[in-house]
Each structure stands twice: as structure tokens, then as C-alpha cells.
């Protein structure tokens, strides 16, 4: 019940703020920086509505070489389009985003419980970009943790592992076509007959 009375007066206010920027002419907009309590406000109700048994998690997944590659895929395909290669928070979407994606590097990010940063990927963040990427299936959460372990390593990404990373990026048939039309070009025109 605290937690709902929480909630219903944390929307209040995020609700009166927004009809006070509407009503003060600045209009509505993605494009606009949150304010610094509008954002600490933010993050502590989200925090609080994390259950506790999941806020304390300890990940079940080693540290290993072959977890951190098998996240690192993970990432490509599925975050960095928001957060980035290094993540930074600097891509295509992720500055275009409100509140923007933030840069995972941070302490902001990573002062987080392992068990935060597995309930944001599996449960996403609403009212922002976030998506959950639960699938409920062991194999879908074991995913998530290794991602956490992945998220934990960014500060300390290598100039390899960044060009890894954008190998593993998704591409479009343009950009497909496009890398296929320079190999074509560099092997030389093919030889008739023989």
C-alpha cells in the first residue's frame, strides 16, 4: 500500500509539472533537457518501486571471458542503437530520447545493484525509451544477467572490443549491399572462361 501512495503522488507531481511546462508556453518536446529534480525525482521512484528481493540480487553469472563475449553480441544487437558502441549514450536514437540514454560509464549507472540494472533490462523503464527485453523464459534471464556483467565492463573497454562490438552491429540491406559492392570492386573484375 506505501508503495502505491508512493507512486499515485510521485505521477502527481511528474503530472503537475508537465502541465505547468504546457501551461508556461515551453510547450511539450523530447528534445528538451529534464531539470536536475525532475530527474533525481525520477530515478528515486523507480529505484523505490523495485522490489526488494530483486534490488538485492547478487548475479548468478561468472565474470568469464566467454560471458563478457557472449554479452558483448548482446549489446551490439540490442543497446548500443540507444546507448552506443562504448556506451556513452552517444548514437543515432539515444540523444533523441527523453529523458536521453544515458551514459552506462557513470557512476549514475554504474553505483547500481547488479539486481537494478537485471529489472531495467527485463522490465524496462516506463515513461522512457527503455523497452523490457524479458522473454520469461531461464535462457531470457540468463541473458540479462550476462548483459549486467557487460554493462560493469564498459568503463573498461578495449579499441578491440569497440571494433567488435561494430562488427556485430545490425546492418540494413543498403548497408549490406554497399559492403558487398566495395569486396566486389576490390577483388577486380572476375575472369571468363576457364
Not at 501512495?5 to 509539472?17: H, T
Not at 537494478?116 to 527503455?130: N, V
Not at 562488427?167 to 549490406?176: D, G, I, M, N
Request: glycine share 8%.
Amino acid at each position: 500500500m506505501r508503495r502505491l501512495v508512493w507512486f499515485v503522488l510521485i505521477v502527481s507531481a511528474g503530472l503537475a509539472l508537465a502541465a505547468m511546462i504546457v501551461v508556461r508556453g515551453a510547450g511539450i518536446s523530447a528534445r528538451r533537457d529534464g531539470w536536475p529534480m525532475e530527474e533525481r525525482v525520477a530515478t528515486a521512484a523507480w529505484r523505490f518501486l523495485i522490489p526488494r528481493e530483486i534490488r538485492a540480487a547478487a548475479n548468478p553469472v561468472p565474470n568469464t571471458a566467454d560471458v563478457l563475449q557472449r554479452a558483448l553480441a548482446h549489446w551490439a544487437d540490442h543497446c548500443a542503437i540507444c546507448h552506443g558502441v562504448d556506451g556513452s549514450g552517444n548514437s543515432t536514437i539515444g540523444p533523441r530520447t527523453y529523458p536521453r540514454a544515458p551514459d552506462m560509464r557513470l557512476p549514475a549507472t554504474q553505483d547500481l545493484t547488479d539486481g537494478e540494472l537485471f529489472y531495467a533490462i527485463e522490465q524496462g523503464i516506463p515513461w522512457t525509451a527503455m523497452p523490457a527485453w524479458s522473454t520469461g523464459t531461464p535462457d531470457g534471464e540468463r541473458d540479462s544477467w550476462e548483459l549486467v556483467r557487460f554493462i560493469r565492463h564498459l568503463p573498461a573497454l578495449t579499441p578491440a572490443e569497440l571494433t567488435e562490438i561494430e562488427k556485430f552491429l545490425p546492418r540494413s540491406p543498403a548497408e549490406l549491399k554497399r559492403d558487398q559492392e566495395i569486396d566486389d570492386f576490390l577483388r577486380g573484375p572476375a575472369k571468363k572462361g576457364g
